[in-house]
């Protein structure tokens, strides 16, 4: 089954192009099935590019998937169109009295600044917070997943030596846990980030349950142990040309950047990049819907 959206939503278009099976609202209503409500809280700049890799990897999956977009209404959003955001964008406010089967916080280019200096961090520990009692299993993203583990176990952030950018391999720690069924030992995600959660305040907490892990890129996939909270430190849903454009973007910005990790072909820029990681990422998030959220929502939302 596809992932229902606003028939409008400027992804839909996008994804239909790639032969990505996505369904408008106005044909998924005709269906007498429940769908599988999921909210993003899209912290992206760019929130439609962000729509677009997400929707992506929920669309691989048999079960039919209504996403709500929501973003902060404690910070100024600059970069998407104000007609975009009043059209498809929720705010807490709007959705905090509702149920959800599955939420997705993405991440954020805020990871050099403290988590209490953040304009929004008051409002995303309330969310936090409020999805404890009305999410059935909540999924963070790289910034997204630093957040949640020091909302929720006091883990800190620390910052590189230079940036963690490029594709890296990681391993599976733990075979029989249903989100790494079909997982080959060995794996590839992206990760693009200034900061890192150390391995060794991972193994610390009890509470938590280290999935996944690489030598360069750390702690990768962890869970909490009632399995409610999943944090992924990287980008999973990346598509192929997203770690390029960062690294023109900076480029052209005068920055010092490196040219990503095991990207390129003999690290040309210039060159295509090949994508090694899209099967193990659709793979994680169809895991997720069925495994986490799926088999754990109760059929009528509502007092989770």
Known sequence: MPVNIPDTLPAKALLEAENVFVMGESRAMSQDIRPLRILILNLMPLKIVTESHLLRVLSNSPLQVEVELMMTSTHAHKHTPQEHLLAFYKTFDEVRERYFDGMIITGAPVELIDFEAVTYWRELCAIMEWSKKHVTSTFHICWGAQAGLYYHYGIKKFELQKKLFGVYSHSVSLPTEPLLRGFDDWFFAPHSRYTEVRLEDV??????????????????????????????????????????????????????????????????????????????????????????????????????
């Open 203 to 304: 193994k610390e907490h009890k509470e938590l349950v280290l999935l996944s892990e690489s030598p360069e890129a750390g702690a990768y996939i962890i869970i909490s142990e009632d399995r409610k909270q999943i944090f992924i430190t990287g980008h999973p849903e990346y598509d192929r040309n997203t770690l390029g454009e960062e690294y023109w973007r900076d480029v052209n910005k005068g920055m010092e950047i490196a040219i990503p990790d095991n990207y390129y072909s003999q690290d040309n820029p210039e060159g295509e990049p090949s994508v090694n990681w899209r099967g193990h990422a659709h793979l994680l998030y169809s895991n997720w819907l069925n495994y986490y959220v799926y088999q754990s929502t109760p059929y009528s939302l509502g007092g989770l």
